[in-house]
């Protein structure tokens, strides 16, 4: 993983912010078979939270301090557990599957781990 902001040419060269687009995809693809009542409740705030990791990475990637990449990654990581937790919910209330959720726990820790990585090394710059 490049773990390196600056010298990174863009987010989008960041392994972490792939896969935070790949785990959108796969959520997508989950919330898409919840209920239609819970369309502005649960699966609204899913996608929220599973957006709001690459954009977090983004966002931080291009702003100009490591102490603002920090930051940014700090609400990645935030996002990560809020998902994390909305997924369990989910299948709790019996809205999907426990295998394509199981998935989607297992990337979500995957990104939780590189995030942690990620950050752990922009603080070592400061």
């Given at each position: 993983?490049?773990?390196?902001?600056r010298k990174a040419g863009?987010?989008?060269d960041l392994v972490v912010w792939q896969k935070g687009i790949m785990l959108v995809k796969q959520l997508y693809?989950?919330?898409?078979?919840?209920?239609?009542?819970?369309?502005?409740?649960l699966t609204s705030q899913m996608q929220r939270a599973a957006v709001s990791i690459p954009?977090?990475?983004?966002?931080?990637?291009?702003?100009?301090?490591?102490?603002?990449?920090?930051?940014?990654?700090?609400?990645?990581?935030?996002?990560?557990?809020?998902?994390?937790t909305q997924l369990i919910i989910a299948t709790e209330l019996?809205?999907?599957?426990?295998?394509p959720v199981e998935a989607a726990l297992n990337?979500?820790?995957?990104?939780?781990?590189?995030?942690h990585a990620l950050h752990r090394k922009l603080l070592t710059r400061l």
């Open positions: 993983m490049n773990t390196d902001a863009s987010y989008k693809r989950i919330t898409g078979e919840f209920p239609a009542s819970e369309r502005y409740g954009s977090n990475i983004a966002e931080g990637q291009a702003r100009h301090t490591t102490k603002e990449f920090i930051q940014f990654i700090s609400h990645a990581e935030g996002s990560a557990g809020e998902l994390e019996g809205y999907c599957g426990r295998a990337a979500v820790e995957e990104l939780r781990r590189m995030l």
